[in-house]
């Protein structure tokens, strides 16, 4: 397995990176899963700076993935998929990657609306997106359960759409992005 990737399959980082930011993301839904179950008081507040940090690794994770898309060649699906397949793949891909950025964005700007801090793991204090205003908080709270909704639909076309490859296609698309094993 290389560390970097190759026309033919994902390196070693572009895979540490997209698993890392899958179970990242389905640890975000367990903490906000609790955190809206919890009453207001400490208990609450610390899920929430939990689900804060953890929003931030995954839009910092996402920008060192991006950047390392970009420096990298990209595993080529042609032979292994139809024209609008690719396209279909490349869109999905886009939509995941503005999906990405766009929930701990709105989050942070949510967070920033309403005049709480927004820290990473209390090591590091970051700026407020934009002024405390309820308006602005109310559209962002809106629009980050809409933006997660939404990338949860998207992604679960993206495993579906693996799993087509790897079960009904029968070829190798699914085992290029494997953490263990897979394409060479």
């Not at 208990?43 to 940090?53: E, N, R, T, V």
């Not at 991006?66 to 699906?77: F, G, M």
């Not at 490859?165 to 699914?174: G, Q, S, T």
Request: hydrophobic letters at 55%.
């Amino acid at each position: 397995m290389t560390f970097r990737n190759t026309t033919r399959a994902w390196g070693t980082l572009s895979k540490s990176l997209h698993w890392l930011i899958v179970l990242l993301i389905i640890n975000q839904w367990f903490i906000a899963s609790r955190a809206d179950a919890l009453p207001l008081g400490p208990a609450k507040i610390a899920a929430l700076g939990w689900h804060k940090s953890f929003g931030i690794t995954i839009l910092a994770l996402a920008i060192i993935r991006l950047v390392w898309r970009w420096l990298n060649p990209v595993p080529s699906l042609a032979g292994v998929a139809k024209a609008w397949e690719r396209v279909l793949a490349g869109f999905s891909h886009f939509l995941l990657y503005a999906l990405i950025f766009a929930v701990p964005l709105s989050g942070w700007m949510m967070s920033s609306a309403r005049n709480f801090p927004v820290s990473w793991f209390n090591a590091v204090q970051l700026p407020d997106l934009v002024k405390p205003d309820r308006g602005t908080y109310e559209l962002m709270h809106d629009a980050h359960g809409l933006l997660f909704a939404a990338l949860v639909c998207v992604a679960l076309l993206h495993v579906l759409g693996a799993l087509k490859h790897h079960f009904i296609d029968r070829n190798d698309v699914l085992k290029r992005m494997l953490p263990f094993g897979g394409v060479k």
